[in-house]
């Protein structure tokens, strides 16, 4: 089983230790765009680098006082991983949710969005949100069974970075009350 830790350290030491996972991910979701409807990148190599430097370029909001990184490590592996970026007072959105296909269907997934979800509350978000491709009927299941819930697209979505917002949903979940 793997063991989900909150990352605490640097920047430096965040992008080495979730740089693989990331490329990873970032790689699947190419290829499931470009089968799933058709949509392939211009440039793959310059938008996976692109979303990369988005990723790092938040990395400082995520290791602060109301972000969260967290990791799924199964022996000394990183097998999945998940983000909480503050946006604002109000609202923590989460990011980068990915379990390896190694690992899935084992809970690891679960586990990594229940400790964002209790680090948003206990940080004193009101709302979770997030955004995820429409292809991600899995990830989509288990954000709904947690409670979230479909929205209109946000402001400064991620997927603006590479004109994708058609194939996203956008979703939230009410922390308070």
């Known amino acids: 089983m793997a063991v989900i830790e909150r990352f605490e350290g640097t920047v430096a030491q965040a992008v080495a230790l979730t740089e693989e996972v990331q490329r990873e991910y970032l790689s699947w ?28 370029r938040e990395l400082p909001r995520l290791l602060g006082a109301r972000g ?22 109000r609202v923590g959105e989460i990011k980068r949710m990915y379990v390896r296909p190694q690992v899935r269907g084992q809970g690891v997934g679960r586990a990594i969005l229940e400790t964002l979800v209790a680090d948003a509350r206990v940080l004193g978000y009101d709302v979770a949100r997030l955004e995820t491709a429409t292809f991600m009927c899995d990830a989509q ?12 697209k946000f402001e400064n979505a991620e997927a603006e970075v590479s004109g994708l917002e058609a194939f996203m949903l956008f979703m939230e979940l009410r922390l308070a009350g």
Do not use: N, Q, W
């Open 29 to 56: 979701c190419g290829e499931r765009f470009a089968a799933e409807y058709g949509f392939v990148f211009e440039d793959r190599g310059s938008s996976l680098a692109a979303h990369e430097r988005e990723f790092t």
């Open 68 to 89: 969260r990184l967290v990791v799924a490590r199964s022996d000394s592996e990183v097998v999945g991983m998940g983000a909480l970026k503050p946006v604002d007072e």
């Open 141 to 152: 299941a288990l954000y709904r069974a947690r409670g979230f819930k479909e929205i209109p």
